[in-house]
């Protein structure tokens, strides 16, 4: 990771002049493994941009947590380490924790881009981690708990959990112990019994192989999985408007195919669970109904106690109309 990091340092916005124009260079890193569920997105997107972008813009993609451990993306962005990285907003509350707001949108992005409310957080954004929010490339995915221990109704307590910050006040909430990993170590913490369960989305469980050491998934899923691309602030301004429009259309045509993709994808990996031997565990509707609904009241609950000043503001703009 130590060399990872210095080869990263060295070159960040790589400026090379082809021809008297200049075609720039951008370091690019996911903050999920290569190749997997919520790292092809980003990839697509970069082969669109190494291709439309020729003798423009470019991105060099530096690759995923072997290069850099998904929790020090955010400070790495801020910094001009990297100049453009797909990650999570979970993954750099501790620069801005209203990032993990995301997860509690019940409105599209493109509703949002218009109703106010992404100029909103995109003013949070320059302000704390000195970026451009350019794309959503995963939303309407929601997340589920995954055990191995059955339960009969939603009383965590005695389990200790896996979790991220998105999950963290819900599971509490419901009485669970918690401890914070990278997804590269859920694997481990299952196999080694460290842990009884774990929040992840109802897509990639296959991805590192959780199948193998899953028993349960508990319906009903909640929250919708965010997953987008940001761009240093600094390295975005020193773009010029031809760089910037290839980036924005790859970037828009990857937030408008995503709900499709993940409906499907949603469909397909509920399947595959199934297949694979994992039991849904459910409770009856009025059960699944305070699951839900306490879900998100413990989600607002906690972004609003990290910012009083811009929790409320982002529940009015991201919540459904009541
Ligand atoms: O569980 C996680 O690591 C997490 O927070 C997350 C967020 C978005 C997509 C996938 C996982």
Not at 151 to 156: A, K, W
Request: aromatic share 12%; charged share 20%.
């Amino acid at each position: 990771m130590r060399v990872g990091l210095a080869c990263v340092l060295l070159s960040a916005f790589g400026l090379s002049t082809v021809a008297g124009a200049q075609e720039v260079t951008l370091r690019g890193i996911s903050s999920f493994a290569e190749k997997t569920t919520y790292s092809v997105g980003f990839e697509r997107f970069i082969a669109q941009v190494n291709e439309t972008g020729k003798g423009v813009v470019q991105i060099n993609y530096i690759g995923g947590p072997k290069a850099m451990p998904p929790f020090e993306v955010g400070n790495a962005l801020k910094n001009g380490v990297v100049d453009i990285a797909n990650v999570t907003g979970a993954f750099y509350t501790n620069l801005m924790p209203e990032a993990d707001a995301w997860k509690l949108t019940q409105r599209p992005m493109s509703e949002l881009r218009r109703n106010g409310g992404f100029d909103y957080v995109a003013g949070i954004y320059a302000q704390k981690l000195n970026a451009v929010f350019l794309a959503r490339l995963v939303d309407d995915n929601p997340f589920h708990l995954y055990l191995n221990k059955r339960i009969s109704n939603p009383d965590l307590t005695g389990l200790k959990l896996r979790i991220t910050p998105v999950y963290r006040d819900f599971f509490q909430a419901l009485g669970a112990t918690v401890v914070q990993t990278a997804p590269g170590e859920v694997y481990t913490a299952l196999e080694r019994g460290v842990v009884d369960g774990y929040g992840w989305p109802i897509t990639g469980v296959f991805d590192l192989g959780w199948n193998e050491r899953t028993k349960f998934r508990v319906d009903p899923g909640f929250y919708s999985a965010e997953v987008s691309i940001l761009i240093n602030k600094s390295t975005w301004d020193r773009l010029n408007d031809k760089q910037k429009a290839i980036l924005q259309k790859a970037g828009a045509e990857g937030e408008a195919a995503a709900p499709g993709e993940f409906a499907k994808a949603n469909a397909s990996d509920t399947e595959r669970q199934a297949k694979a031997g994992i039991e849904t565990i459910t409770f009856d509707a009025a059960t699944s109904k305070r699951y839900y609904d306490q879900a998100y009241e413990a989600g607002w609950g906690g972004i609003i106690r990290q910012s009083p000043e811009h929790g409320p503001k982002l529940r009015s703009f991201f919540s459904k109309a009541q």
